[in-house]
């Protein structure tokens, strides 16, 4: 089982340049989201996904964007990397609240590390 | 403003002891807390509390929930070294969207 499948697992970028982090999942799950984890700081969510062609902004939106066109994949894109975007990126899935009110756990992918020099 | 609050933001403690770890929370339309353990990588999930009152338990682990007073603790009794990982709790918040709000996290350190 796949489960959630982040690329790259680590990426150094110069600022100003633009990437894409990757993340696919195979459990036929509406919701996606993406983390960032720094230090002291815990996980704070960035953009989230209810479901294809619908996305919406979490907690620390500004510098990224996202964009949901199928189920399994849930692209997050750089357009200008700065030296404060250098973090851990978690993304995540889970069934969706139509499935129960109180929520599902989320399944998290093994993170890609980010340096912006 | 949604916030969950963990501590202590660090423990370090002896094999065999019994560690409880804090969780308190103002999350909006309140739905569930999680509890997730962190190792090297990804967070892998532990429990999830809806109700108050009633303890789930995972062989050494259990966490239990008040709703009333809004805090959760997470407690680990006859600590193994593999216990050591960043604990995470997080609160689901709002309605139609799930939308999680994560603590700091407490660092656990057990030495044997």
């Known amino acids: 089982n796949a489960g959630v499948t982040q690329t790259p697992k680590f990426q150094v970028l110069k600022t100003g340049q633009s990437m894409t982090l990757q993340c696919a999942q195979d459990?036929?799950?509406?919701?996606m989201s993406w983390y960032r984890q720094d230090p002291g700081m815990g996980l704070r969510l960035i953009h989230y996904s209810v479901g294809a062609g619908i996305t919406d902004q979490g907690e620390v939106p500004n510098g990224y964007n996202v964009s949901r066109s199928t189920t399994e994949d849930f692209p997050l894109r750089l357009l200008s990397a700065a030296p404060s975007q250098t973090s851990v990126y978690f993304c995540?899935?889970?069934?969706?609240?139509?499935?129960?009110?109180?929520?599902?756990?989320?399944?998290f992918g093994n993170g890609t590390r980010l340096t912006v020099t | 403003e949604d916030k969950v609050v963990q501590s202590p933001l660090s423990l370090v403690v002896h094999e065999g002891d019994t560690v409880t770890l804090n969780c308190s929370y103002e999350?909006?339309?309140?739905?569930?807390l999680l509890w997730y353990k962190q190792e090297k990588k990804a967070p892998t999930f532990l429990f999830m509390l809806t109700s108050s009152g009633i303890e789930k338990k995972s062989g050494r682990l259990s966490s239990i929930l008040d709703k009333k007073e809004l805090f959760s603790i997470l407690n680990i009794t006859a600590t193994q070294t593999g216990d050591s990982a960043v604990y995470l709790c997080a609160g689901v918040a709002g309605r139609g969207a799930q939308k999680l709000v994560f603590g700091q996290g407490t660092r656990l350190t057990i030495n044997p």
């Open positions: 995540a899935s889970s069934y969706s609240m139509s499935r129960g009110p109180t929520g599902s756990p989320l399944h």
């Open positions: 459990m036929n799950h509406e919701y």
């Open positions: 999350v909006t339309n309140f739905r569930s």
